[in-house]
């Protein structure tokens, strides 16, 4: 009991911060392991979690065995399940485990093969069949990889990225910034070479004259020394 204590005395402020992010860190209680499955106590499962519960008890479980009853922690994707982050479990004298699970962040969508991806913070994209997409939606072959550095560089410019709903990833790992509406974007073409001045040359623009407000359907910035503006309906 008194390890317990020490357990849940130690990850408090992650289960604590887990819990503030919509509810999404799991903290669960696994008194069976068996070929049909695990028997939880103490929480309810969302459907992603339980189809996944019993993969991370067995994963969990063969390090807890040979710990001598210490804690067991998993940082930064160890575990080894893709929506995972950080884990952390002990058994308990009873002959139960506790187990902490502190879900990735998820910081995009990406469109692929006809469904949406959430798009974890370390460029992962994830299968969760009942995921709800979050903006920005992303597209192209490599994006998923692509998307933390580019919502990195967005938060420096926020009167941008205030407006972004999706973008694409297109050659040479050149990015179009869709804003407003996936269907009917304003469309921004940055360089390749350089996402900053882009972004600059753009947010520059929007101060003067409020440029991203206007009837625009194209803002092409790829061009080192001018800026080709096209009013939505001209080609």
């Given amino acids: 009991m008194q390890k317990l204590k020490r357990f849940l005395g130690k990850y408090a402020a992650l289960i604590t ?6 509810g999404l860190c799991l903290v669960f209680i696994i008194h069976s392991i068996n070929p049909r499955g695990v028997r939880f106590e103490g929480v309810k499962f969302t459907e992603r ?17 040979t710990s001598d009853g210490r804690i067991v922690s998993f940082r930064d994707g160890a575990l080894g399940v893709e929506w995972v982050k950080n884990a952390a479990a002990m058994r308990r004298s009873d002959g139960s485990v506790v187990i ?24 992962v994209m994830i299968d969760d069949p009942i995921f709800q ?28 990225a205030a407006n972004v709903v999706g973008a694409r990833l297109v050659d040479r790992g050149r990015w179009d910034l869709l804003l407003y509406d ?4 304003l469309t921004l073409r940055l360089s390749s070479n350089d996402i900053h001045e882009s972004l600059v040359k753009i947010s520059r623009l ?21 800026v080709l503006v096209i009013p939505r309906g001209e080609k």
């Fill in 17 to 22: 911060i887990c819990l503030a992010s919509a």
């Fill in 49 to 65: 979690p339980r189809l996944e519960a019993a993969r991370i008890a067995a994963l969990v479980i063969e390090s807890v065995e």
């Fill in 100 to 123: 902490a699970v502190q879900p990735k962040a998820i910081i995009a969508s990406v469109w692929k093969s006809g469904r949406y991806y959430p798009v974890a913070a370390d460029g």
């Fill in 133 to 160: 997409p979050v903006s920005p939606v992303v597209y192209g072959e490599d994006a998923p990889k692509h998307t933390p550095a580019l919502i990195s560089i967005l938060r420096e410019y926020p009167r941008v």
């Fill in 182 to 185: 996936l269907d009917a974007p």
């Fill in 206 to 226: 929007d101060e003067r004259a409020d440029i991203l407000r206007r009837d625009i359907e194209v803002i092409d910035t790829r061009d080192e020394t001018t």
